[in-house]
């Protein structure tokens, strides 16, 4: 065989670019995965033990309260200090169910917004539920059960409960993203309030969605590729991804990540504390209660901001002190 002069320099610089692209996109489906599920779940901890730490909040005490059930408020029972309020937990996760599955104060205070909202949550539930089946599957198939329409009961269910979790949970959060994009740029009202950060979260929302429809009906119907480089993430040897949808995808979850936890939307952790700590507690001080510990160290907490009405850099029980001598005064000169 003949090679032209300059042929084999070609051929070595194609070899080289191949080594390189599949060393990306071996990082990109291994590494780069495993630091974005560690970086996501450190933060996440983090925000969390900074939620359970930090000084009480200054409660709502607006009634009725899901947990008193249909009675409301224990201050509608007779010497209510003397009695332990009832707990009637089933009514107090309806109330959350509802908001959670259902996101129910957007459909009571703007149905605009919830025919966006509802289906962009949605999506992120299905494709959570994709994520699980998807390692479930992966187990099956390393311990040797198939995972495919023809295989025995139990591999069959699983698979099309994997490809309908995927297709909807890919279809639904596109859908939800796309709405709430239309909204907030033809709405007046919604693009005087939306910020630059809100349109980044909505078009990268509208990229992890999109490439994952993409992938799913254009590089793996299936999920079966999906599975295999489960499998070999779960046993700690990714193998490189071939497919560029699937590559994209991969880097573009994997960015959404990294991202999420330094982002607003990590209020899917503060709304369960905002809920049973702030608009739900309505528990009572009683002396040398864990409660009353915290407000009295919280009474020498020092002022920091400055007004006409207080003293910057001395306590809230100091505060009150002042308030009370100048009280007082003015009462003796009278």
Avoid: C
């Amino acid at each position: 065989m003949l090679i032209l002069p300059g042929q084999e320099t070609a051929r070595e610089i194609l070899a080289v670019h191949g080594v390189m692209i599949m060393g990306i996109s071996w990082f990109i489906g291994g590494p780069f995965l495993y630091i974005a599920v560690v970086v996501f779940l450190y933060k996440t901890v983090l925000t969390v033990w900074g939620y359970i730490t930090m000084p009480r909040h200054l409660r709502w005490d607006i009634y009725p309260v899901p947990h008193q059930g249909r009675i409301g408020s224990k201050y509608q029972q007779v010497d209510f200090t003397g009695l332990k309020p009832p707990v009637f937990f089933m009514d107090e996760l309806k109330e959350m169910l509802q908001e959670m599955l259902f996101i129910k104060r957007a459909w009571v205070n703007n149905p605009r917004v919830w025919k966006g909202s509802f289906p962009l949550h949605m999506g992120f539930y299905f494709g959570f539920a994709w994520i699980v089946l998807i390692a479930i599957g992966a187990v099956f198939e390393l311990n040797g059960l198939p995972v495919a329409a023809a295989a025995p009961l139990w591999g069959r269910l699983l698979f099309y409960l994997t490809l309908a979790a995927g297709s909807i949970g890919f279809a639904a959060g596109l859908g939800g993203s796309l709405v709430l994009l239309w909204l907030r740029t033809t709405d007046e009202d919604m693009r005087y309030m939306s910020d630059y950060v809100s349109y980044i979260n909505l078009g990268l929302m509208i990229l992890l969605f999109g490439s994952g429809l993409a992938a799913l009906l254009f590089a793996d119907p299936s999920f079966a590729v999906d599975r295999a480089h489960m499998a070999g993430l779960l046993t700690l040897r990714p193998a490189a991804v071939k497919e560029p949808l699937l590559l994209f995808r991969m880097l573009i979850f994997g960015l959404f990540l990294l991202y999420l936890p330094f982002n607003r939307m990590m209020h899917f952790v503060g709304k369960y504390f905002f809920y049973h700590d702030i608009m739900w507690d309505d528990a009572s001080m009683k002396r040398g209660s864990a409660m009353e510990t915290d407000v009295a160290a919280y009474l020498n907490y020092r002022v920091t901001w400055s007004g006409a009405h207080v003293r910057q850099g001395e306590s809230w029980l100091d505060q009150v002190a002042g308030e009370a001598s100048r009280e007082e005064d003015q009462n003796e000169k009278e």
